[in-house]
Nanobody, 125 residues
Framework: QVQMVESGGGLVQTGGSLRLSCSASGRTFSSVNMGWFRQAPGKEREFVAASTWSGGNIAYADSVKGRFTISRDNAKNTVYLQMNSLRPEDTAVYYC??????????????????WGQGTQVTVSS
């Protein structure tokens, strides 16, 4: 089992920045792939960014490339999502997810076993 708790969401103006954090516990964090997903009202959950357990392989959705950065601190059992140049269309509940099966990097929800409770990000125009 892996338990995750997200934090760092909030209200920001267009062009602003936020940093989301996801603290994990329950398994050796350094062996866990981590991902970020988001879900806007009335829309399906979508992939945002992911990092393999080693941090050696990272993936981003096209919509956030160049603006968002995923990073992880295995010593702190924490993964981060730095979000810059935020846009109203980035408004969503953001979820972190974990996969402890030592699989290749995942960009779909089904690639992950465990999910956090989500944190709201609202970007005002």
């Amino acid at each position: 089992q892996v338990q995750m708790v997200e934090s760092g969401g909030g209200l920001v103006q267009t062009g602003g920045s936020l940093r989301l954090s996801c603290s994990a516990s329950g398994r050796t964090f350094s062996s866990v792939n981590m991902g970020w997903f988001r879900q806007a009202p009335g829309k399906e959950r979508e992939f945002v960014a992911a990092s393999t357990w080693s941090g050696g392989n990272i993936a981003y959705a096209d919509s956030v490339k160049g603006r968002f950065t995923i990073s992880r601190d295995n010593a702190k059992n924490t993964v981060y999502l730095q979000m810059n140049s935020l846009r109203p269309e980035d408004t969503a509940v953001y979820y972190c997810a974990a996969d402890a099966r030592r699989r290749p990097i995942g960009v779909k929800g089904e690639d992950y076993e465990y999910w956090g409770q989500g944190t709201q990000v609202t970007v005002s125009s």
